[in-house]
């Protein structure tokens, strides 16, 4: 099976599986003959911009971020890189404080990226609150904020 076909079998199983192990990728792949390394997995996720997104088990997906959703996702990821300062949360909503000046383009830049957890955003210069939809455990979210702090 060459690289096209397999991403495009990836892609497709990661819109009817809910799969968060790329173990269970190769399993997949094997039942369907195909012989893929682990690490031949891992970089076709990469490639296609694959995310892991909490499940509401405490667990793990990948999700398909939608095309336009990886450029803001990639401006956020580097917004937070360089002014997070730390993070406060109670019931369903989240407190971010940024460097000043970084408030209103991170709380955008959230608005953008269309997060399916979060209701809304509210912002002033140093400090962004992240109001999360009803029944959203905040551990989730905070879940995803770590993974955007990751380098």
Do not use: C, W
């Not at 690490?39 to 499940?55: H, Y």
């Amino acid at each position: 099976m060459n690289k096209k076909i397999r991403q495009k079998n990836l892609m497709a199983l990661i819109q009817n599986q809910q799969l968060g192990r790329q173990e269970d990728i190769v399993a997949y792949f094997e039942t369907l003959g195909e012989s893929v390394t682990q690490a031949t997995i891992s970089r076709d996720i990469n490639e296609l911009g694959l995310i892991k997104v909490p499940t509401s088990y405490g667990s793990f997906q990948y999700h398909l971020p939608k095309q336009d959703d990886r450029p803001h996702l990639q401006r956020l990821k580097k917004a937070m890189q360089q002014s997070f300062l730390s993070q406060r949360s109670q019931r369903g909503q989240i407190m971010i404080k940024v460097q000043p000046g970084n408030g209103q383009l991170v709380a955008n830049l959230f608005e953008q990226v269309n997060f399916p957890e979060v209701f809304g955003t509210l912002s002033d210069d140093g400090t962004v609150l992240v109001l999360l939809k009803e029944g959203v455990a905040t551990l989730q979210m905070t879940n995803i904020i770590q993974k955007l702090l990751e380098k």
